[in-house]
């Protein structure tokens, strides 16, 4: 086995934080202002690492493993996606499956924690954070189904490879627009504008935040880190779906990835400058446009 | 590259969803523009041999169905002053769903139809979609407004549908349809001003009761 993947990994893990910081430095920019520095999240772990754990003597350790399982399903679901264009450090069929699920169980374990300090701030938050993925799953899998019927293929390692940039030529418009389903997916899961604000100060409007309100020190850190991961994961697939890199020897599919990877976080930087965040009932609409927008891919490829 | 009236036409059904899915009344007429100016440059993208006869029905098409009628609808809710549909019989999400199945219904009964063959697969399917979201528009919102567009986007369903026999339409068929529409729109903003008027409202729902209150 080639060496590349691991490499790809690796940066990806080094890069990750950096792109919320993009992201805010762009907003900040259009709204005029000077903004965090883009390295701002690098110093925040920083701290935090090197703090003390508080835990509530109301948790129980469902809320200590809270944070480890949510970075450690993360990593595992990035070892599932081709990162240098041809191979994954773990591929194998049907493991689109096991991404959707990976990233749900991550999820699912912070909800747990959210839960398990009886906080009925964090309660709330985690029954949104659980309708938000109720909404956003189905719309991730329909984006997969039309890879799948557009390469053929089962594994996201093929499905984002090289059959992808084959695909490119006959089913150009389904693929974009699962492309940009998977965009609007990526600003739901990691809870960026129209769906979440990661710039809220206050607890009834937070989705996200609100959920890791009791954590503290390096679990905290690995919360955030987990996320910033997640961010780099969807912003992958969004850049490997618009830009096939199936044909590309690995050091440069690796630096498409990385820039791909500023321009998402520009994008969605874009996008929380000129957007509102939706009312919470709106954001189901978001979401289900988003499936639309999959399922009429679907169509064009069922035809 | 997919040809180019296949984009466009996918252009066609994407402003569909826009208008299910959006409330403001402002961007329901931005979608309706944005629709009227792909269906006036799919004549043109369908029949690479360009005549007086396309070339004509694009043009008129741009004119009317992007500047024209939207310009009149947007001084209509200047008038008005309503800014959105608040409660439509059937909500947002639901109408983008609906729009979802109404999409797939109709891929599968263009296959089914026995038709001459059209220059594009996707014509027939596209056109059936169309007319079925002006349907639901029509039928489901509550805002006169919303319900000319959904008339709107029902005729612009047909206008699709009549692109595939182009050359078996004469072109002063064509230019009488534009017309009638224009007319059409042009009475229902009346009407619209005439309710707003009455009612201060242009909510249709009102119009069934009878008693003042």
């Known amino acids: 086995m080639t060496p590349t993947p691991f490499i790809a990994f690796g940066l990806l893990l080094a890069l990750a934080p950096a792109l919320p910081g993009i992201a805010t430095r762009t907003k900040s920019a259009l709204t005029g202002r000077r903004g965090a520095p883009v390295m701002q999240l690098y110093a925040d772990l920083a701290k935090l690492v090197r703090k003390q754990v508080v835990y509530s003597r109301t948790t129980t350790p469902v809320f200590q493993i809270g944070a480890v399982v949510a970075l450690s399903t993360v990593l595992v679901a990035g070892c599932l996606l081709p990162l240098d264009g041809h191979a994954a450090i773990l591929g194998f069929t049907g493991d689109l499956v096991a991404f959707a699920g990976l990233l749900g169980l991550g999820r699912f374990a912070l909800v747990l924690a959210g839960l398990d300090t009886g906080s009925s701030f964090e309660g709330m938050g985690a029954s949104r954070e659980v309708t938000i993925a109720a909404f956003a799953e189905p719309a991730l899998f329909l984006c997969f189904t039309v890879l799948f019927l557009a390469t053929g293929h089962l594994s996201l390692e093929s499905m984002l490879g090289g059959p992808l940039a084959k695909a490119w030529v006959s089913a150009s418009p389904s693929l974009a627009l699962s492309g940009a389903a998977l965009f609007m997916l990526t600003l739901a899961e990691t809870g960026r504008v129209p769906v979440d604000d990661p710039a809220t100060h206050l607890e009834l409007t937070m989705i996200h935040e609100v959920i890791v309100l009791d954590h503290s020190g390096p679990d905290l850190a690995l919360i955030h880190y987990g996320s910033a991961v997640k961010l780099a994961l969807f912003g992958s697939l969004v850049v490997s779906v618009f830009v096939p890199r199936g044909a590309l020897p690995a050091a440069p599919a690796i630096a498409v990835l990385l820039t791909g990877l500023v321009v998402v976080a520009v994008a969605i930087g874009v996008v929380e400058a000129t957007m509102a965040r939706l009312r919470m009932n709106r954001v189901s609409q978001f979401l289900v446009a988003a499936s639309a927008l999959a399922a009429f891919g679907v169509i064009l490829e069922l035809r | ?213």
Not at chain 2, 10 to 30: C, D, E, H, K, P
Not at chain 2, 131 to 157: D, F, P, S
Not at chain 2, 192 to 202: G, L
């Open chain 2, 1 to 213: 590259m997919p040809p180019l009236h296949d984009l466009l036409l996918l252009g066609v059904i994407l402003t569909n969803f826009w208008v299910l899915g959006t409330t403001r009344l402002s961007a329901t007429i931005r979608a309706t523009a944005v629709q009227g100016l792909l269906l006036g440059m799919l004549p043109l993208a369908l029949h690479p041999a360009w005549s007086l006869h396309t070339i004509g029905l694009g043009l008129g098409t741009i004119l009317i169905k992007a500047m024209v009628i939207p310009m009149f609808l947007s001084r209509a809710i200047r008038e008005a002053s309503v800014r959105r549909e608040i409660e439509p019989l059937i909500g947002f999400t639901a109408s983008l769903c609906l729009g979802a199945v109404a999409v797939a219904l109709s891929f599968g009964i263009a296959q089914r139809l026995p038709l001459p063959e059209a220059n594009s697969g996707l014509v027939v399917p596209v056109a059936l979609a169309t007319v079925i979201v002006g349907l639901l528009v029509l039928t489901t919102r509550n805002k006169a407004l919303t319900q000319v567009v959904g008339y709107l986007i029902l005729e612009n369903g047909i206008y699709v549908f009549g692109l595939s026999q182009v050359e078996r339409v004469p072109f002063l068929v064509e230019l009488g349809v534009l017309l009638d529409i224009f007319v059409g729109v042009f009475i229902m903003g009346i009407v619209v001003f005439h309710i707003n008027r009455e009612f201060d409202s242009i909510d249709s729902t009102r119009l069934t009761a009878l008693r003042d209150e």
